[in-house]
């Protein structure tokens, strides 16, 4: 299956052989291929061509995909590990900040040395939405054990830009993973300060 027969039957279920060749894809949409011309299929590919940016920390050619009033929801309880006062981030800025965190909980985030998957199991896409359910495997930084989690994503697009982003996930999972002890969340804190402050972990 390629993208090209995904966004012609848009409502898909996606076997594993099948996750494997879309997640190949990605790279070849952010390098000129052409997208399908009805209004599903191309919600689809600029949606996955921006989430191939944000995979491989292209963030600055995914900011300039987003709206100027561009919002990404995280879920409510991670408020805790952010100076925010609620859990949206506003701006095309917000996904450096997003990507402060995953830099911080997973090794090697967005190198070629890092060791994760992301299989995806189901996506939809219409005129202005888009809705992905994925299995994420991440390395971490302090322990053998990957992080594993299952990921709902909505996005809604605007004028060819992406608009809002909605993240639903397991955090009570993720934080038992994570950050169940005072002393891994200190080092994941440790680690987003170092981050934001240059250093190139």
Not at 13 to 25: A, G, N, R
Not at 135 to 142: C, Y
């Amino acid at each position: 299956m390629s993208i090209k027969q995904l966004c012609d039957f848009p409502q898909t279920e996606i076997s594993e052989e099948d996750s494997q060749k879309l997640i190949d894809e990605l790279s070849q949409l952010s390098e000129g291929a052409s997208a399908p011309e009805d209004s599903s299929g191309q919600t689809m590919a600029l949606v996955m061509e921006f989430l191939s940016y944000y995979t491989n920390e292209g963030v600055t050619k995914g900011m300039a995909m987003v709206t100027d009033d561009f919002e990404f929801h995280l879920p409510p309880s991670v408020v805790h590990l952010y100076d925010f006062p609620d859990n949206v981030f506003r701006g095309p800025e917000a996904l450096q900040d997003v990507m402060v965190l995953d830099r911080a909980l997973y090794k090697n985030h967005g190198r070629p040395e890092q060791r994760h998957s992301h299989e995806m199991h189901f996506m939809i896409a219409t005129e202005d939405t888009f809705v992905m359910e994925m299995s994420v495997s991440n390395e971490l930084w302090d322990q053998e054990e990957f992080y594993q989690n299952e990921y709902c994503m909505t996005v809604r697009v605007r004028d060819g830009k992406i608009a809002k982003m909605k993240m639903h996930a397991d955090t009570f999972s993720a934080e038992r993973q994570c950050i169940n002890t005072p002393e891994r969340k200190a080092a994941v804190l440790d680690r987003m300060a170092r981050i934001r402050a240059g250093e190139d972990l």
